[in-house]
């Protein structure tokens, strides 16, 4: 089985500093996935839901990391919601250590946030491929 490709999700705005921190957990030896797309600012449009269609329809799964403000992003919560309704599978992940994190509005009620240890990510792409 080859490298499972996951699509970061992030407030743009707030928490691009959390994307290297996902490339180089996958980067790591024995990582079950790579990041091989992420959130991108765009202005709101029918153009824009195309191309991110096309974009997630692309990888195997979407990890969205969580910020203190992840609810009120708009990027975060379209790209969620067109991933539960192309049937891709999707892991929230708590971003900020010391910081309440917020779930995006677009999850479910039932979705966990899962605490972003070393390696967390990993395990939860190989657990549930």
Not at 14 to 42: M, Q
Request: hydrophobic share 40%.
């Amino acid at each position: 089985m080859g490298l499972i490709k996951v699509f970061a999700s992030f407030d743009v705005d707030r928490d691009k500093d959390l994307l290297p921190r996902l490339v180089d957990e996958g980067k790591k030896r024995g990582a079950a996935f790579t990041v091989f797309d992420c959130s991108s600012k765009e202005t709101p449009s029918q153009e824009a839901m195309d191309r991110l269609r096309h974009r997630l329809g692309n990888v195997d799964a979407v990890v969205v990391l969580c910020g203190e403000w992840t609810h009120r992003a708009y990027n975060v919560n379209a790209e969620l919601k067109l991933a539960q309704e192309l049937g891709k599978r999707y892991y929230l992940v708590k971003g900020r250590k010391h910081i309440d994190c917020a779930r995006p509005a677009t999850a479910r009620i039932n979705d966990k946030i899962y605490l972003w240890s070393d390696g967390v990510v990993n395990e939860l792409v190989f657990r549930f491929c």
